[in-house]
């Protein structure tokens, strides 16, 4: 019988630390330096999500659609998906998501 209990610590974890974050947490960045980090918005997009409001969401942080289903994908892709993507589609997935998310910080920085 094998020992499920290690596979299932780090989505429990991530679950946990969502949870802190969704309730507790002040972004230090913006906090110290006075300014929106990148991801300053998730929390709250990810807020209006859980109460289906889709435009408040993506008024937040449009990326947070993206984030999402990127989430849930690399924490449940090896007990779900029996083939995961490889990892060359995986890394240009991270890489673009990242870059996107500088973009939307750098507009919301000077527009």
Excluded at 20 to 27: A, H, M, P, Q, W
Excluded at 54 to 77: D, G, M, N, T, W
């Amino acid at each position: 019988m094998k020992n499920y209990s290690k596979k299932f610590v780090l989505p429990i974890l991530i679950i946990v630390l969502a949870i802190f974050v969704l309730f507790f947490y002040k972004c230090p960045i913006k906090t110290i330096l006075g300014f929106d980090c990148p991801g300053c918005g998730l929390t709250r997009a990810f807020k209006s999500l859980l109460m289906l409001d889709f435009r408040s969401a993506f008024r937040f942080h449009p990326v947070i659609f993206i984030l999402i289903p990127e989430a849930v994908y690399y924490l449940f892709s090896r007990f779900i998906v029996k083939k995961q993507l490889k990892a060359k589609t995986e890394q240009i997935i991270l890489i673009s998501t990242a870059i996107l998310t500088i973009i939307v910080w750098i507009l919301r920085l000077f527009f």
